[in-house]
Structure formats: C-alpha cells, structure tokens
C-alpha cells in the first residue's frame, strides 16, 4: 500500500521535540493528546506497520486521523526541521482507511453525495449556474473555473469575478460541463473519484481551446496545479489563481487613491498560501485598490488555518467554528475595518462567526467595488 512509504516519516515525526502541537489549530481548540501531529502520525506509522488491528481499532484510529485541517503548518519551520509532510502523511493513512471503509459516515457520505451530484454539498448539477450572471462562448482564450463552493454557497464572488472580467474586457467564458475539481475527495481518501473528476474537467476544458484557466477557489487552483499532476492527470492549458492574473490586468490602471486610509488585513488561505507559494499578488491587488495593509501577526507561511480544510468543516463544525474564531481574533487584534481573504471556504468561516466586529469580503468583491468607484461614467460602471 501507498501508506507504507509514509511510515518512516511518521515514525520520525513522532519521535522529535513535538513543537508542531503548539501551532496545529485542532490541538489549539481540542486540547487530547491523539489530535497532535506526532501522535496522529504514531497512529499512522502503527497502521502502515501493521502494529494495530485494523478491523478491531480502524474506526477509533480513523477518528482522531480526520480531526485534521491537513495545513502543513505543523510541517514548517521552526516548528519542524525534519522537512515532514504531514498533509500528505495523513491524506495516505486516509485514503487507506476509506479503502477498507473504516472511516467516518459523514465521510463516506461526502463521496456519494459528490459522484452523484458532482457536488459535495448534493446540489441539482443542472443548477450550477443558476444563481449567476453567466457567460459562455465558444472561441474565448480565458476559462473561469468556479468551483462547487462559489457556484452554490458563495456567488458573490463568482459574480464579482464575471462582472470584473467583463469590465476589464476580458475574452472568458464559462465551463458548461464543469464539475467538483475533486479537491475535497483527495483530502477526504477518494482519489480515484477525484481522478474521474479530474479527467472529465480537463477533457471538458481542453475541448474549448482556451489557453489559461483562472480560479477564485485555492482547493480547485491546488487540485489543477498540483494534484492533477500527482494523480497523473496532465494540465494542458496555464491556471491562475484569480489574483495573480488581475494584479497584471489592472497593471495600468490607475485605483491607488479610491480606498486611502481604509485598513484591511489580509488573511493567507492554506492552499493558496503556504501550500502554493502565493502570498505576494493578492496583497498587491489590495495596494493598488488603495487600502492600507496591516498585518496579523501569524501571516503569510506562518498564516493560521480558518479551520475548514482537510474537509473538516464536514466531520465536525463545531471545531471547525472554534478554530476560525481563534484566527477571528486576530484580525481583530489588527483593528482593521476589513478582514480580506481569497477563497470562499475562508470567507465563509469567517462571515459565520463576525457578528458585525469587522467586514468580512473576498478580494474580487474589494475590486468590484474599488472599480465602480473608479469608473462612475454609468456606460462603464459594473451593475
């Protein structure tokens, strides 16, 4: 199994200085010993090394290996200097787990509600763009991949995005025939059902001609960029993250003064972040909309989880909740007037638990606004 090249790491990660567990945001809210990263890493070295019956333990191990954002802030320094992947070593220990179903109910749900519906959250397929201002075309060079999340739950920002693309006369179109990306079924240990996804988006993509493919979700833009690849599905077009291709979009726009004296903190997604590397172009969006950037003091590759990755916002929202309101804190610590962020899970976290304390908004929703005050000639302005 896939698992057991995945064992000496674990074991090495158990057996170290175990600083990891002072940042791990589900040991910061769930204070049991199982939930720390070296000892869900134990739990996977015992499983891999067959120390343990699978048969008579697996639901009770199986338990503690899906309390996990799957983050990687544990695995970064100083917090670990033996360079171990934990979201990786959990994601194999998970996907041998669901093999045998030895895994939550909920969880297994989630699969069966995705392959029927193409959706994890058991929306009509047919439905996918019925909340938003769609734009198809048959010769367009640039493709906007929505996402499961953005097309159902939040389409706000996918109609930000569309309106921003057609002001800024972009050649885009939408995907007909787009489905989940399968990023929530490989952190979950469904790859195969992820992988059928994967095929289908990039044949319904590669069919349409276009050459780059922008994303305003980081689970989708991580699943193209880099599981695809992982799980030997070949990407033969450019993908972007939303941000990275607007900062050079408006490059000779002039936005600098629309937003002066109105500070935002930025909050660093963990797939778009420390996963991908991208931490630069969203905040550079922001300063050239004119707002003032200041800083929470865990950011950018030390930026702490909003609590719903690894699909723990569909195992227990309860600790999902409770680790967004510790990262709630400090952006309010900040005294910023907006908590930005550039991804839908991220925003819907924080958006539940705001209560009015600060405004919570996705970075394309800034740039519509900054670009209807920019723009006040009503032949130009966005609707």
Not at 188 to 193: I, N, V
Not at 271 to 285: E, M, S, T
Not at 299 to 313: H, I, Q, T, V
């Amino acid at each position: 199994m896939k698992l057991e090249k995945y064992s000496k790491q674990a074991l090495k990660c158990a057996l170290c200085l175990k600083m990891c567990k002072f940042v791990c945001p589900v040991a910061s809210v769930v204070r049991r010993e199982p939930v720390y990263p070296p000892n869900k890493a134990l739990i996977v070295h015992l499983i891999a090394s067959k120390l343990v019956d699978i048969n008579e333990e697996g639901d009770v191990l199986a338990k503690y290996l899906y309390l996990c954002t799957t983050c990687g802030l544990c695995s970064t320094e100083p917090w670990c200097g033996l360079k171990i992947s934990m979201p990786e070593i959990i994601e194999s220990a998970r996907t041998y787990l669901a093999s045998l179903n030895k895994v939550p109910e909920n969880v297994l749900e989630v699969e069966k509600t995705a392959r029927k519906n193409y959706n994890p959250y058991g929306e009509p397929n047919t439905q996918r763009f019925s909340h938003l201002n769609a734009r198809f075309s048959d010769n367009a060079d640039v493709a906007y991949f929505i996402g499961c999340t953005s097309a159902y739950r939040r389409t706000e920002i996918a109609n930000a995005t569309i309106n921003i693309l057609k002001t800024l006369n972009i050649d885009f179109t939408l995907i007909k025939e787009e489905r989940c990306c399968g990023s929530p079924l490989l952190r979950l240990g469904f790859p195969e059902t992820a992988k059928e996804f994967a095929q289908h988006n990039v044949s319904a993509i590669e069919s349409m001609g276009v050459s780059k493919v922008v994303f305003t979700c980081p689970g989708c833009y991580r699943a193209f960029k880099k599981d695809y690849p992982e799980i030997d599905v070949d990407v033969p077009f450019e993908v972007y993250h939303i941000s990275e291709f607007l900062v050079e979009q408006i490059d000779e726009k002039d936005l600098t003064q629309v937003n002066h004296e109105i500070t935002v903190t930025y909050h660093d997604p963990c797939h778009l972040g420390r996963h991908l590397g991208i931490f630069d172009p969203p905040r550079k969006l922001l300063e050239k909309m004119g707002y003032k950037i200041k800083e929470m003091s865990w950011n950018k590759e030390s930026s702490k989880c909003c609590g719903a990755g690894g699909g723990l916002l569909h195992i227990n929202k309860e600790i999902s909740k409770d680790i967004a309101r510790k990262r709630l804190e400090e952006a309010l610590e900040t005294e910023a007037k907006i908590l930005a962020t550039s991804c839908p899970f991220c925003k819907t976290q924080f958006d539940n638990i705001a209560n009015g304390k600060i405004m919570v908004k996705d970075i394309t929703e800034l740039l519509l606004e900054t670009l209807n005050k920019t723009f006040t000639n009503e032949s130009t302005k966005i609707v």
